[in-house]
């Protein structure tokens, strides 16, 4: 039995050994193929690189569409930055209008006041030394 064992398992060795040993040739139909299959490669490449560079000129033709476009804007920003210029300058203006148009209202509305001050300081005194012009004040809500 265990020479049988023995056979066995040389002779497997001996079948391991003998497949590692047969070489492959290499044919001319396999350079043949690998060829072809460099050329087919070679022109995926070009047709991909071809494909690409379309896509390049449609790129550079959209951005020159944009920049037109963005051209035609361009007076309406300075338009439209000139018109604010003028709206605040025209707000500025009327501010600076209101406050010149009512400072000389102010001063005789200050005049106004210290005369009113004084006629009743002098009103009031004049009800001290008169009863009569007293009651007629009371009356009038004046004191």
């Known amino acids: 039995m265990k020479k049988l064992v023995t056979c066995f398992i040389f002779f497997l060795l001996v ?3 003998f497949p ?3 070489e492959v040739p290499f044919t001319l139909d396999d350079r043949d193929r690998i060829m072809r299959t460099e050329e087919r490669i070679e022109s995926l490449r070009t ?3 071809s494909k690409f560079e379309a896509i390049d000129y449609r790129f550079d033709a959209m951005e ?3 920049d037109a ?4 804007f ?3 920003y300075w338009a439209f930055g000139i018109l604010l210029t003028l709206m605040l300058f025209i707000l500025g203006y009327i501010i600076w209008d209101r406050r010149t148009a009512l400072h000389p209202i102010q001063n005789k509305t200050m005049n106004l006041e210290e005369r009113v001050n004084k006629l009743e300081y ?6 001290k030394k008169d009863p009569l012009f007293a009651e007629l004040m009371r009356q009038a809500g004046l004191l």
């Open 47 to 49: 047709e991909m690189n």
């Open 64 to 66: 020159t569409k944009l």
């Open 74 to 76: 361009e007076p309406l």
């Open 15 to 17: 079948l391991q050994a």
């Open 69 to 72: 476009i963005n051209s035609k």
């Open 20 to 22: 590692q040993s047969h």
């Open 122 to 127: 002098l009103s009031k005194e004049q009800a």
